[in-house]
């Protein structure tokens, strides 16, 4: 139990476009879900923290505008990259929160984002 | 603020050998300490977690990790190295046992060598 699912798990885009990225706990609710980033060689940055049914929570220095944040179900969140450069590639992961295992994070499997 | 450090990017151990991978912490308030495992192309895995009981904590597949205040240290080791423990490890570090975010290191690769 407490699979968290990413879809897709490799991407590749022309720079300019955006991309959508889904993160689903498959056997249970989450209402908080969290974004990282992970660039080659280097730990895991927290981006963002996502509320079912409210605004996203970003960190500082990441773009809102850019990353769009949508955790609209207790099992789906979604990160669009907009307008996507060369610059945003990157492996993305995301955490569900399962609330009864006393808060224990599960981690989805990542997304390779890779902008041309 | 919360950080992390893992000392050695890279640790190499012979299969059977015992493993000893290296975190230290930053915290200003009583941490709460984590290790995960990543496979190749897999999410990570939670191997263990400190949260404020025992300063020794047993984790699955033998791994086992040591809260020593003093020396704001979570070191990870495992008494026999097995080929399957090949991976990237990261000790990330919390404010809370698991519904806040985490703070990582910058991970460890372990290479197990037959």
């Known amino acids: 139990g407490a699979v968290v699912s990413q879809h897709p798990s490799r991407v590749i885009c022309k720079s300019g476009t955006s991309v959508k990225i889904e993160c689903r706990s498959l056997d249970f609710q989450a209402t908080t879900m969290f974004w990282y980033r992970q660039f080659p060689k280097q730990s895991l940055m927290l981006m963002a923290t996502s509320n079912e049914g409210s605004k996203a929570t970003y960190e500082q220095g990441v773009e809102k505008d850019k990353f769009l944040i949508n955790h609209a179900s207790l099992t789906l969140s979604t990160l669009t990259v907009t307008s996507a450069h060369p610059e945003d590639s990157s492996f993305y992961i995301c955490?569900?929160?399962?609330?009864?295992?006393?808060?224990?994070?599960?981690f989805g499997p990542g997304t390779r984002l890779t902008v041309l | 603020a919360q950080s992390v450090t893992q000392l050695g990017s890279h640790v190499s151990v012979s299969e059977g050998a015992l493993v000893l991978l290296r975190c230290n912490y930053s915290s200003s308030v009583p941490p709460y300490l984590f290790w995960y495992v990543q496979y190749p192309n897999q999410g990570l895995q939670l191997l263990l977690k400190?949260?404020?009981?025992?300063?020794l904590v047993k984790g699955i597949n033998g791994f086992e990790a040591e809260f020593k205040k003093s020396e704001t240290s979570f070191h990870l080791t495992k008494p026999s190295a097995h080929m399957s423990d090949a991976a990237e490890y990261f000790c990330a570090v919390s404010e809370s046992s698991g519904n806040t975010p985490l703070v990582f290191g910058k991970g460890t690769r372990l290479s197990v060598i037959a």
């Open positions: 400190y949260t404020s009981a025992a300063t």
């Open positions: 955490s569900a929160l399962e609330g009864r295992r006393g808060g224990e994070q599960f």
